[in-house]
């Protein structure tokens, strides 16, 4: 069955540290891939997406995401994370018009 | 001059009965969804339309109607709500099917 995974329910890191996180999906074609952010009592926003092109995706708020096709992945990255950025994240796969969400990540920030 | 909104923001209700929700954006966009994200927040998609055609319908049950009088608006009418359909509902738009989608702020809807 065609799925997103994220392997990481709950995610925490110190302010300043560096930050990833997983992303794995089972599609027989590449989708079309997002990560979106939420924070407590929001909507979803987009942090970035790759539709195609080069497989290292830059986004919003200092984050981004590498394609790698071999691995069916989409990591999340942050070179340094900010408390700011404490909120629950989402990897979404989108497959013939079909979205998918993963179920979710929540990241925790250490002061 | 928001994107997506909803109405309410929140909703206390008793089992049994009729409630909407409401969705409006202003982007132009084509197409619009429903989801439900439960209390793990776990996000499924319940409807999508496009052009004011229903595009997904997932399995929900019949008692979620979704409505759409014009491309910018997408209601969400429920029937004899039940305990089980408390969560937060999510409202969103995009271009196209494949392209990013802008979320609304949610609707907390209670059944008690």
């Known amino acids: 069955a065609q799925s997103v995974t994220q392997p990481d329910i709950h995610i925490t890191v110190s302010e300043g540290a560096s930050l990833e996180l997983r992303c794995n999906y089972s599609y027989g074609a590449t989708p079309y891939l997002f990560w979106y952010v939420q924070s407590p009592g929001q909507g979803l926003q987009l942090l970035l997406k790759y539709f195609s092109g080069d497989t290292l995706v830059q986004g919003i708020k200092g984050f981004e995401a590498e394609f790698k096709r071999s691995q069916s992945s989409f990591n999340l990255r942050k070179p340094s994370v900010h408390w700011s950025d404490a909120a629950e994240y989402f990897c979404a796969v989108n497959n013939n018009n079909d979205m998918r969400f993963g179920a979710g990540t929540r990241l925790t920030v250490k002061p | 001059d928001t994107a997506v909104s909803q109405t309410p923001k929140y909703l206390v209700t008793q089992m049994g009965n009729d409630k909407s929700i409401k969705c409006e954006q202003n982007?132009?966009?084509?197409?619009m969804y429903w989801y439900k994200q439960d209390s793990k927040k776990f996000l499924k998609i319940m409807f999508s339309?496009?052009?004011?055609?229903?595009?997904i319908n997932e399995t929900v049950p019949n008692r979620f109607s979704p409505k759409s009088p014009d491309k910018a608006h997408l209601n969400l009418h429920i029937n004899s709500l039940e305990l089980g359909d408390s969560a937060v509902y999510f409202c969103?738009?995009?271009?196209?099917?494949?392209?990013?989608?802008?979320f609304g702020p949610g609707t907390r809807l209670t059944v008690t």
């Open positions: 339309y496009n052009n004011k055609e229903l595009i």
């Open positions: 969103a738009s995009s271009q196209d099917p494949v392209d990013e989608q802008y």
């Open positions: 982007l132009g966009h084509d197409t």
